[in-house]
């Protein structure tokens, strides 16, 4: 089926196993809130859907919410910190401990679907143990993280792994036509025997917006009698986002347009780095960090332009937020932000790892606002019908039952 018609009748009603080592609240990147969009609805169309996830400190272990029942599996405690490979193989164990306990209980499934080579052991386990059917999502690769480059024996481990992964799936899914070539490429898989389905996302209501919720943190430093344009990043804080670009680039506008303000939303290894880099601009660069939801929509609300400078990026969901919100939006040539975002019809387009083409960009769209203004209401549009989480829940059961038949 392809995303936007008109949804088929599903006759079956499935029981779904969600493995995904992150899960809101608990949120790193995207992956999360595509597993739980996703999650919530398969089963708005009566599915079962149970998730095994990792430990938060600010949930309970399970919790069912809008349907979906969440289980966080709770690790082996150990007296020694783990490294990161060490941890992820303890945090399998303790989901396939999970689902073991469930199973116990009389809770059957038609089949298992994977998120990322994080729950690779746990995953090729129920495939094994229960004789399930085995889809995975490919969501990035370590391969294309960094740049083609697979130097540290920790990137050389990742990438066996989601090649094991691949090779144990009956099923690959990725979010763009960039990812099917990258998938299809890396692991020598033929590309008709991967499915792709994209992200969605849920369409903004401006009446939800309610400024009584947004953090006192965050109405203080957007300040509308502030003679201000801001222009927004959300998304984390590593070396392939290509925030430090787009802080190069604002150098570049202030020095045009001293009222430009950038405002980086997120967190990541790279925030240290990138707060040197931009500290020579302190003055049109502050750093928000981790933002709710209702103060991420305020600032997608409150900018007049929202960046996604990546060099890599398979998808981009951070930016179909900013689209559904009607925020103009300048995103880098570079996978599968071009399938999402066409050059001047709903956005713009510059060269990746250019900041001064993307300063351009940015000075062209900040002196021409009823232009962003334009680009921004037709994205919302194409956002509403081409990423419709509804429809790309069918797509996805449809793959689902095409395994099973």
Request: proline residues 5%.
């Amino acid at each position: 089926m392809i995303i936007g018609e008109s949804p088929e009748k599903t006759p079956a009603k499935l029981r779904i196993l969600m493995l995904a080592w992150e899960y809101p609240p608990h949120m790193i990147g995207g992956l999360a809130r595509a597993v739980c969009d996703l999650s919530r609805h398969l089963t708005a169309k009566g599915h079962q859907v149970h998730v095994i996830t990792g430990q938060s400190a600010v949930s309970p272990l399970f919790e069912t919410m809008e349907g979906v029942h969440i289980h966080r599996a709770q690790g082996l405690h150990s007296l020694e910190r783990l490294d990161f490979i060490d941890w992820v193989f303890q945090m399998n164990l303790a989901f396939v401990d999970a689902i073991h306990n469930l199973t116990a209980q009389g809770v059957d499934f038609d089949l298992v679907h994977a998120h990322d080579w994080l729950v690779y052991y746990a995953a090729r386990a129920c495939k094994k143990t229960y004789k399930l059917p085995l889809i995975a999502t490919i969501h990035a690769t370590e391969f294309g993280r960094n740049q083609g480059l697979l130097e540290t024996e920790l990137q050389k481990r990742i990438n066996r792994l989601e090649g094991k992964l691949v090779l144990e799936a009956d099923q690959i899914i990725v979010c763009s036509h960039a990812m099917v070539k990258e998938v299809s490429q890396l692991f020598s898989l033929p590309s008709d025997q991967i499915a792709r389905i994209p992200n969605g996302v849920e369409p903004y209501l401006e009446s939800g917006l309610d400024s009584d919720l947004v953090s006192p943190f965050l109405l203080e430093i957007i300040n509308p009698l502030k003679d201000e344009l801001l222009v927004c990043y959300l998304g984390r804080l590593v070396y392939e986002k290509g925030v430090h670009i787009l802080i190069e680039a604002i150098g570049l506008v202030a020095a045009q347009i001293p009222q430009v303000k950038l405002l980086i939303a997120g967190i990541g290894p790279a925030q240290e780095w990138l707060e040197e880099l931009a500290s020579s601009h302190a003055e049109h660069v502050q750093f928000l960090g981790f933002l709710a939801d209702i103060d991420k929509h305020y600032l997608l609300k409150q900018s007049v332009l929202f960046v996604a400078p990546s060099l890599y990026e398979p998808f981009g969901i951070s930016l179909l937020e900013a689209m559904a919100s009607g925020t103009p939006v300048i995103v880098s040539e570079v996978g599968g932000l071009t399938e999402i975002v066409k050059h001047e019809v709903n956005g713009c387009i510059v060269p990746p790892n250019d900041a001064r083409a993307l300063a351009f960009q940015i000075m062209e769209l900040l002196q021409a606002p009823e232009y962003g203004i334009q680009l921004g209401e037709t994205a919302r549009a194409n956002v509403a019908i081409d990423f419709n989480l509804s429809h790309i829940a069918d797509a996805t059961v449809k793959c689902y039952l095409t395994l099973m038949a």
